[in-house]
């Protein structure tokens, strides 16, 4: 218990400006912003973060609570047919995906290109930039998208204990790489907008009716997966800077303690995924296919 409350008590301490930070910024400025680039409000979202990051977790209870209900009332009922709203849905979220990808990814790259790998997960972009600003609609976007889950229990289709588990550890640990401007979540933002402008972009197109060559859902589910082993590589790697190295980055060790468990899991769950769905699935359709020759 002692263990977990000093663990618990880190995570609640933001100390940003101490010893793990760094006034190192990325001095990168845009080519244009757009008018509602132009706010900032890192400081006041900050704050917020750091006071109400934990309801997060209440957030996650309650909505597995919700879905529980659901999927119970429904249990003698027929499915609602949310064709339309699901094509919106999906569609809105690709936009969404591709537009942060290309906002943010424009610091993002410019800093790992021509700054390097440290630079790029050790400092943050300027506070009241472009960039920033994406960061945190990136954090408050994680609470649209347990929408997804609402349209597979409505529609009774299969829920998967990743597909929970991800949306809300993903949500959780969002908010508090927020809290204290985590800047290993840089790397990890841009790629959960790259893969999310694959993946919902494909969603939207089976909404509509066409079916992509199954290639394509491989592929995409592939990217999700080494997603998650960068995560791992970079939490491990983030782990040697600052206590190998003792090099300044700005992230917490309960904040990488935190990151690396999450990563980890995904890692695992996408690869076991990945072999169920796949590997497997097209194993014993070969061997089917042996054992009907044989009849």
Same mark, same amino acid.
């Given at each position: 218990?002692?263990? =977990?409350?000093?663990?618990?008590?880190?995570?609640? %301490?933001?100390?940003?400006?101490?010893?793990?930070?760094?006034?190192?910024?990325?001095?990168?400025?845009?080519?244009? *912003?757009?008018?509602?680039?132009?706010?900032?409000? %890192?400081?006041? &979202?900050?704050?917020?973060?750091?006071?109400?990051?934990?309801?997060?977790?209440? *957030?996650?209870?309650?909505?597995?609570?919700?879905?529980?209900?659901?999927?119970?009332?429904?249990?003698?009922?027929?499915?609602? +047919?949310?064709?339309?709203?699901?094509?919106?849905?999906?569609? /809105?979220? !690709?936009?969404?995906?591709?537009?942060? @990808?290309?906002?943010?990814?424009?610091?993002?790259?410019? /800093?790992?290109?021509?700054?390097?790998?440290?630079?790029?997960?050790?400092?943050?972009?300027?506070?009241?930039?472009?960039? =920033?600003?994406?960061?945190?609609? @990136? *954090?408050? /976007?994680?609470? @649209?998208?347990?929408?997804?889950?609402?349209? &597979?229990?409505?529609?009774?289709?299969?829920?998967?204990?990743?597909?929970?588990?991800?949306?809300? =550890?993903?949500? &959780?640990?969002?908010?508090?790489?927020?809290?204290?401007?985590?800047?290993?979540?840089?790397?990890?933002?841009?790629? +959960?907008?790259?893969?999310?402008?694959?993946?919902?972009?494909?969603?939207? !197109?089976?909404?509509?009716?066409?079916?992509?060559?199954?290639?394509?859902?491989?592929?995409? %589910?592939?990217?999700?997966?080494?997603?998650?082993?960068?995560?791992?590589?970079?939490?491990?790697?983030?782990?040697?800077?600052?206590? =190998?190295?003792?090099?300044?980055?700005?992230? /917490?060790? !309960?904040?990488?303690?935190?990151?690396?468990?999450?990563?980890?899991?995904?890692?695992?769950? @996408?690869?076991?995924?990945?072999?169920?769905?796949?590997?497997?699935?097209?194993?014993?359709?070969?061997?089917?296919?042996?054992?009907?020759?044989?009849?």
């Amino acid at each position: 218990m002692e263990i =977990a409350r000093c663990f618990y008590n880190s995570l609640t %301490t933001f100390e940003i400006n101490n010893e793990n930070y760094t006034e190192v910024q990325s001095s990168y400025e845009y080519k244009f *912003v757009l008018p509602f680039e132009r706010y900032q409000l %890192t400081p006041i &979202i900050t704050r917020f973060l750091q006071n109400y990051w934990q309801h997060t977790v209440t *957030v996650s209870v309650l909505y597995f609570m919700m879905v529980k209900s659901i999927e119970r009332f429904l249990h003698n009922r027929p499915p609602f +047919n949310l064709r339309l709203p699901l094509i919106i849905w999906n569609l /809105s979220l !690709a936009l969404f995906s591709i537009v942060g @990808f290309v906002r943010f990814g424009e610091d993002y790259f410019e /800093s790992l290109f021509n700054r390097g790998i440290y630079t790029t997960i050790c400092t943050n972009p300027p506070h009241d930039g472009v960039a =920033a600003l994406w960061c945190a609609v @990136f *954090v408050f /976007s994680k609470l @649209f998208e347990l929408g997804d889950t609402l349209f &597979i229990v409505l529609r009774k289709r299969p829920l998967i204990f990743l597909h929970y588990y991800h949306h809300v =550890a993903v949500l &959780i640990y969002a908010a508090h790489s927020g809290a204290e401007h985590a800047t290993p979540g840089r790397s990890f933002i841009a790629m +959960n907008f790259a893969a999310h402008s694959l993946m919902y972009s494909y969603y939207a !197109a089976r909404a509509m009716g066409y079916r992509p060559p199954e290639f394509i859902s491989v592929t995409i %589910t592939l990217c999700q997966t080494i997603q998650m082993i960068v995560g791992v590589a970079i939490s491990i790697g983030t782990y040697y800077i600052k206590a =190998a190295l003792g090099w300044q980055c700005q992230q /917490s060790f !309960a904040n990488l303690y935190l990151g690396f468990f999450i990563y980890f899991t995904f890692a695992f769950l @996408f690869i076991k995924f990945f072999v169920n769905r796949y590997l497997k699935s097209e194993k014993d359709e070969r061997k089917m296919e042996k054992e009907k020759k044989k009849e």
